[in-house]
């Protein structure tokens, strides 16, 4: 058996939203399935050294973006490609709980999540965390 085809999510309206401009805190409110949105205002936290919030931003994506991915799918492995920009939400939350993980001292999830990063997406891990 080989691995299984990769997984393409649907479009989701919080990306819409917030690649014309939405306030991500209002898009992740009116449209909490959005794994692009937790996954912007963890970003965004962990920019402005705050990782505690971080950390529960990317937890929130990270686990909207499982639920999407079973939905289409996904059987809890195999790719997630970063070339398909709908996937791009939970990739990001992903990487941004292994950023903020690592930032608080959570060394296992940190480790747990960049692995299943990279084994989501190698382009995603090299693009989102380069260098490690």
């Not at 299984?4 to 479009?11: G, Q, V």
């Not at 399935?33 to 990270?62: D, F, I, K, M, N």
Request: aromatic residues 6%; contains cysteine; hydrophobic residues 45%.
């Amino acid at each position: 058996m080989g691995e299984p085809e990769p997984t393409l999510l649907p479009a989701e309206a919080g990306a819409r939203l917030l690649a014309g401009g939405a306030d991500p805190v209002e898009t992740a409110a009116a449209h909490p399935a959005s794994s692009l949105a937790w996954a912007v205002l963890a970003e965004r936290a962990l920019a402005a050294q705050h990782p505690v919030e971080a950390y529960a931003y990317a937890r929130t994506g990270y686990h909207r973006g499982l639920d999407t991915l079973r939905k289409g799918g996904w059987r809890g492995h195999g790719p997630v490609p970063w070339e398909h920009e709908p996937n791009r939400g939970f990739l990001r939350a992903l990487a941004a709980l292994a950023a903020a993980a690592e930032a608080i001292g959570e060394d296992e999830e940190a480790q747990r999540c960049a692995a299943f990063l990279q084994d989501s997406s190698a382009t995603a891990a090299q693009t989102l965390r380069p260098g490690r």
